[in-house]
């Protein structure tokens, strides 16, 4: 049974930065491609940012580049999204997936989904 676990939420003032962290047991993020969703209130789930670590491949959306960074570290199969500069539009809950396979952009396309952890910049 694979379970992905996102920490690292909270309040912060805009321009401030956070770190979101998604643990993921049961498999190795290693051979999958990783992917950060947000969720704002009334708002449709988005795609944040995508990671294919083992091609060495990222995808974000166009209004985060230079402000997010997708990572993971394999050895603590754990997924990281690091935010700078952060805005009041960036207020989400936000989720990590993955999927086996291609990387897709649409939320549609994931079927393993953790519990989400939430962001507000005010």
């Known amino acids: 049974h694979v379970q992905l676990v996102e920490s690292g939420g909270g309040s912060v003032q805009a321009g401030g930065s956070l770190r979101l962290s998604c643990a993921a047991s049961g498999h190795s993020l290693s051979d999958y491609c990783m992917a950060w969703f947000r969720q704002a209130p009334g708002k449709e789930r988005e795609g944040v940012a995508l990671?294919?670590?083992?091609?060495?491949?990222?995808w974000y959306a166009d209004s985060l580049k230079g402000r997010f960074t997708i990572s993971q570290d394999n050895a603590k199969n754990t997924l990281y999204l690091r935010m700078n500069s952060l805005k009041p539009e960036d207020t989400a809950m936000y989720y990590c997936a993955f999927r086996s396979g291609l990387c897709y952009t649409s939320q549609a396309e994931y079927n393993n989904w953790g519990q989400g952890t939430q962001v507000t910049v005010s």
């Open positions: 990671i294919r670590a083992d091609v060495g491949s990222t």
